[in-house]
């Protein structure tokens, strides 16, 4: 079996789910992201506690679409808050349609480092120790340099990026299977098949 880094040569049959995959987010709402692809996701990645925490009706979300837990070695935990965009992020002064504007992001990260949450397993309040900003499509340059600048340094120190290339590598080497109906002449549910004898 291969290694799990997303950053090594993928095989043909790799690159093929890489395209069926982006086909998919190319078409798929914000909650369809959330739900069938980064849930599962994070879930294979070793993150426990994953809980979608109001991305439907945006209550009591204080910036947060996701926040999960995970468990160092020394059984410590980590608090990690996510905010996603479906589109691309960018700085531009008015954003097109389906693009978010880093002001936004601004605002959603700072309000998703303030607040608590609370964690039922342990039965205590604890505040997000990083923030994952991720994309369904591409976060410039320009984006990360603006919200570098605009927090402060322990604030910029607990910011992280995911965008569509690292969801799309670390999905395919996770070897995680493909959302119902992205393959061509995928089954959609609830459909019945003949059987091939």
Known sequence: MLAKNPHRPLSVAEMQ??????????????????????????????????????HRDKALEYGKDIWMRYTLPTQHFLYFGIQVKRGKLDAMGKSRAGNANVAEIHNQALMMLA???????????????????????????????????????????????????DILNQFVVTNLPLPEGVLPGAMTSGGTAEAPF
């Open 17 to 54: 789910r890489r395209a069926a995959l982006a086909a998919f987010l190319d078409t798929c709402s914000e909650d369809a992201l959330i739900e069938e692809v980064l849930l599962p996701l994070f879930r294979q990645l070793g993150f426990h506690r994953i809980t979608a925490a109001g």
């Open 115 to 165: 607040h608590e949450i609370f964690d039922p397993e342990t039965n205590r309040r604890v505040l997000v120790d990083h923030a994952f900003i991720v994309a369904g499509g591409e976060i410039t340059k320009a984006v990360r340099n603006w919200l570098g600048n605009a927090l402060d340094a322990a604030k910029r120190s607990q910011i992280m990026f995911m965008d569509r290339d």
